[in-house]
């Protein structure tokens, strides 16, 4: 690992001071991803902003907003915490059920949402649980829809500097999460999450293709009959999804209707 200046700025204007006054700075959270990539030399920042004593980046709460309850995740908030968190058990237990499918339980105690997000691999599970659940990213300054969110392989709506302080995700009438693991890493080959509102279903993808994404034709079908039936003629192209050694991309899209099927299937016992 190349050397570097390490900082522990207790506000968010102080840690964007320090970013704007450094060389080649990167914001740290739980360093579960970050880490691993300096000691690899695939990341090699002048400094390492730790974001850990920053207040207004901590915490789960009930808001209202978007016309309806949401829950407010803020960006430090380690996975274990999210799925042990009442609020979110009560209200929003697929928020749970995603992040408990998350690596292993050192990974859980240690990565965060916010850092989870920000880094947008293209396996992650909580990229489908933001598009699926309608979710609002807050930064510093700017609240940026999930819809807007995701653009390329780790590649966000971010700009370097921001600061990712919080998410709000809608809570839906009913949701589910499905994921076909990787068995070693424990990421999604392909994960799918369906979530009902009054003005829909929404599915949100991650694992197939270089971002997540939302499977708007799948959406559709689903809006005109909940069944897994309903999906059965619709085409998921493979086009611009993702292949390697875990799985080519027309099994990736095989598996988004697979895994789609399995999630209907699920929220119809849960009517
Ligand atoms: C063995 C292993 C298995 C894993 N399995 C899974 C899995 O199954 N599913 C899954 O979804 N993930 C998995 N992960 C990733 C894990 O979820 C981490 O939480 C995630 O990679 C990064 O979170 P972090 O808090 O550790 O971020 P860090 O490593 O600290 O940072 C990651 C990136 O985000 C930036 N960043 C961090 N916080 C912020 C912020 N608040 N604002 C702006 N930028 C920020 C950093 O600058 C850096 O670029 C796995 C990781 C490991 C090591």
Known sequence: MYSFDYHRPDSVEA???????AEDPMYLSGGMTLIPSMKQRLAAPSDLIDLSGL??????????????TSIRVGALTRHNDVAANGLVLNQLPVLAQVVS?????????RGTVGGSIANSDPAADLPAALLGLQAVIN?????????DFFHDLFE????????????DFAVPLRATYQKFRNPASGYAVVGVLIAEYAT????????AG???????????ALNQS?????????????????SDLHASAEYRAHLVKVLAKRAVSDLSQHR
């Open 101 to 109: 499918s998350i690596g292993d339980n050192q990974v859980r105690n």
């Open 55 to 68: 207040q207004a980046l901590q915490g789960i709460e009930h808001v209202e907003s978007q016309g309806g």
């Open 200 to 207: 829909g279903f929404r599915v949100g993808v991650t694992g």
């Open 139 to 147: 930064t510093q300054d700017r609240q940026i829809p999930a819809d």
């Open 15 to 21: 840690a964007r001071s320090l970013f704007a006054g």
């Open 210 to 220: 270089p971002c997540a994404f939302r499977a708007c034709t799948l959406e559709d």
């Open 156 to 167: 966000t709506a971010l700009a370097a500097d921001d600061i990712l302080v919080s998410v």
């Open 226 to 242: 909940f069944s897994p039936k309903a999906l059965n003629d619709v085409e998921v192209p493979d086009a611009g999804f993702n």
